[in-house]
Antibody, heavy 120, light 109 residues
Framework: QAHLQEWGEGVLKPSETLSLTCEIY????????WTWLRQPPGKSLEWIVD???????KSNPSLRSRVTISVGPSQNQLFLTLRDVTATDAGLYYC??????????????WGRGIVVSVSS | SYVLTQPPSISVAPGQTARITCGGD??????VHWYQRRPGQAPVLVVY???QRPSGIPERIFGYNSGTTATLAISRVEAGDEADYYC????????????FGGGAKLTVL
């Protein structure tokens, strides 16, 4: 069974760049959509960006101009970069494994999440 | 984009059945998934595709979906079920295809 663990610098100042890593332990990289999500304080979960095993990525339109997702060469690391952060980017960030099953897309494995704060 | 509406909170006594709803326009035509998140823990998929349970999820947790409401039901509720529950759908034709409900906090009295 796969296990995911996020890590990175979680304290930022406005205009800085958020860089997070998700370690992927166990399971196969192929056949899934590897995804970053977040939850701002007091709000619900929000999809940020995902990437499949062909390297094709899709992102939330509201974040598209600032976000990049990539995969490490051994396919056991997932990276997130979010440029020019503001206070609205603060929250709990998750990586998750997405599956497409018939006409459904859901997340069957999640990391515990990492808290990101943005303050001057 | 597509909107999913959940009650912010629900309270149930131990041993009773909790029903957590997720409302959306013609949601019965979509596939709904449910996640449980206990404090400080990773979210766990408890139901996918309306009513399918991943391995390891007990039979007393089940889902159904029709019309404008999807429901996650938990029978014989116990203290360990206290958590936040989120519904999610895939709005395939949208530029913002992954949609979550606002989440419902289940409190076991």
């Amino acid at each position: 069974q796969a296990h995911l663990q996020e890590w990175g610098e979680g304290v930022l100042k406005p205009s800085e760049t958020l860089s997070l890593t998700c370690e992927i332990y166990g399971g196969s990289f192929s056949g899934y959509y590897w995804t970053w999500l977040r939850q701002p304080p007091g709000k619900s979960l929000e999809w940020i960006v995902d990437i499949n095993d062909s390297g094709i990525s899709k992102s939330n339109p509201s974040l598209r101009s600032r976000v990049t997702i990539s995969v490490g060469p051994s396919q056991n690391q997932l990276f997130l970069t979010l440029r020019d952060v503001t206070a609205t980017d603060a929250g709990l960030y998750y990586c998750a494994r997405g599956r497409i099953y018939h006409d459904a897309w859901y997340f069957d494995v999640w990391g515990r999440g990492i808290v990101v704060s943005v303050s001057s | 984009s597509y909107v999913l509406t959940q009650p912010p909170s629900i309270s149930v006594a131990p041993g009773q059945t909790a029903r957590i709803t997720c409302g959306g326009d013609n949601i019965g035509s979509k596939s709904v998934h449910w996640y449980q998140r206990r404090p400080g823990q990773a979210p766990v998929l408890v139901v996918y595709d309306d009513n399918q349970r991943p391995s390891g999820i007990p039979e007393r947790i089940f889902g159904y979906n029709s019309g404008t409401t999807a429901t996650l039901a938990i029978s014989r509720v116990e203290a360990g079920d206290e958590a936040d529950y989120y519904c999610q759908v895939w709005d395939k034709s949208s530029d913002h295809p992954v949609v979550f409900g606002g989440g419902a906090k289940l409190t076991v009295l």
